[in-house]
Nanobody
Framework: VQLQASGGGLVQAGDSLRLSCVAS????????MAWFRQAPGEERDIVAA????????YYADSVKGRFTISRDNALNTVYLQMNTLKPEDTAVYFC????????????????WGQGTLVTVSS
């Protein structure tokens, strides 16, 4: 399985962006897709996750109410809609795929995309 993330860019505070992650290859119906982010000098932390079925989602407290994770199973694609962006959202965003169940830990995700940079100016 390969993951291809895209959609990052430079925006102003309050703007929106949508990240996409396309998974090539077979994915299990029990798989979990997640978005992590890593700011300079910081750990890579989970932002949001969803089961491939969409029945269970997770959001970090810092993004609840602003970010939405969704998936299009027909396109093997997971999205991260990011609204009301803040400068502290600036980071490289990585999509990740794991076998499930839904986890917030990096070690439970075996496949990673290449990362896409989101920069939010104040």
């Amino acid at each position: 399985v390969q993951l291809q993330a895209s959609g990052g860019g430079l925006v102003q505070a309050g703007d929106s962006l949508r990240l996409s992650c396309v998974a090539s290859g077979r994915t299990s119906s029990s798989a979990v897709m997640a978005w992590f982010r890593q700011a300079p000098g910081e750990e890579r932390d989970i932002v949001a996750a969803t089961t491939w079925s969409g029945t269970t989602t997770y959001y970090a407290d810092s993004v609840k109410g602003r970010f939405t994770i969704s998936r299009d199973n027909a396109l093997n694609t997971v999205y991260l809609q990011m609204n009301t962006l803040k400068p502290e959202d600036t980071a490289v965003y990585f999509c990740a795929l794991g076998p499930g169940p839904l986890s917030t830990r990096r070690r439970n995700y075996g496949y990673w995309g290449q990362g896409t940079l989101v920069t939010v100016s104040s």
